[in-house]
């Protein structure tokens, strides 16, 4: 209910002071409203792109950790299964040869 309130007394106000003014006044009030409307919009999208890509690097900072550690630990242990296997000792194929 305030909203509504303060947003009638605002146009009431608005309307008054604009019927008031010579072209020249309105015109620059328009300026100026609409550079600090601009303002208020650019710093809030600059800091919610901030914002988001601060989450966003911080979770893709993550998950690669993760993944990396995954992929070291399916390394570490495919390399024992080998060694295990096959003793650490491997033999070389002999080539034959057919005519």
């Known amino acids: 209910m305030k909203l509504v309130i303060g947003f009638i007394a605002g146009v009431a106000v608005g ?3 604009a019927s008031n003014m010579t072209e020249e006044q309105r015109s620059k009030v328009g300026g100026m409203a609409g550079s600090a409307a ?6 809030k999208v600059g800091s919610a792109v901030a914002d988001n890509a601060s989450k966003v690097t ?3 900072t ?3 950790a993760d993944v990396v550690d995954s992929a070291g630990d399916k390394l570490a ?3 024992d299964s080998d060694e295990t ?3 650490g000792t491997a033999t070389p194929a002999t080539p034959t040869t057919t005519i």
């Open 15 to 17: 309307g008054y002071l």
């Open 38 to 43: 601009g303002a208020v919009t650019q710093s």
């Open 58 to 60: 911080g979770k893709v």
């Open 62 to 64: 993550g998950r690669v």
């Open 77 to 79: 242990d495919t390399i």
């Open 85 to 87: 296997a096959g003793n």
